[in-house]
């Protein structure tokens, strides 16, 4: 029995250009994603399945289908509970950043776990909004709060 994800796919939209580290970030989070998952839809169905992540009219959409039978799932997710953490995200990655190269060691280390706690935070609040379409765990959720990030540097404009 595969429940598991075997490929994912994120519709960034035409012509997108990432920075090299959110393409390091995404290329990483996808290897993880396929190597080790837990995420199914809660109707149990075996996969393995293919999952797309997209934004459309707003939401957050979670499309799986399974690679051999037509069988799908959609969910669309309100970004509402998720934004407050994402920007809170994005601004301490950016801390992140501009301390490497200005700040000493435990200044940086304090705030990569400012970092780490609010990559935490935001894969608990996207494991509880998911639990109603999908089943998943701490560390998959963690890697698709990555790429729900990625997602939203396009549509906050922060390319």
């Given at each position: 029995?595969?429940?598991?994800?075997?490929?994912?796919?994120?519709?960034?939209?035409?012509?997108?250009?990432?920075?090299?580290?959110?393409?390091?970030?995404?290329?990483?989070?996808?290897?993880?994603?396929?190597?080790?998952?837990?995420?199914?839809?809660?109707?149990?169905?075996?996969?393995?399945?293919?999952?797309?992540?997209?934004?459309?009219?707003?939401?957050?959409?979670?499309?799986?289908?399974?690679?051999?039978?037509?069988?799908?799932?959609?969910?669309?997710?309100?970004?509402?509970?998720?934004?407050?953490?994402?920007?809170?995200y994005f601004d301490i990655c950016r801390s992140y950043t501009q301390a490497l190269s200005s700040r000493q060691p435990h200044q940086?280390?304090?705030?990569?776990?400012?970092?780490?706690?609010?990559?935490?935070?935001?894969?608990?609040?996207?494991?509880?909004?998911?639990?109603?379409?999908?089943?998943?765990?701490?560390?998959?959720?963690?890697?698709?709060?990555?790429?729900?990030?990625?997602?939203?540097?396009?549509?906050?404009?922060?390319?």
């Open positions: 029995m595969r429940r598991d994800l075997v490929s994912v796919a994120l519709d960034t939209g035409p012509l997108v250009t990432f920075h090299p580290s959110v393409v390091h970030e995404r290329d990483v989070a996808i290897r993880d994603l396929l190597h080790e998952n837990v995420f199914y839809p809660l109707s149990g169905a075996d996969g393995p399945w293919h999952l797309n992540l997209s934004i459309q009219d707003n939401r957050i959409v979670f499309k799986t289908q399974h690679i051999t039978y037509d069988l799908s799932a959609t969910f669309r997710l309100s970004p509402r509970t998720l934004m407050p953490v994402i920007r809170s940086i280390e304090a705030i990569d776990m400012g970092r780490r706690g609010l990559h935490n935070e935001g894969a608990e609040a996207l494991q509880k909004s998911l639990s109603r379409a999908f089943t998943t765990d701490h560390d998959t959720a963690r890697r698709l709060f990555t790429l729900v990030c990625v997602l939203h540097i396009r549509a906050e404009g922060l390319l």
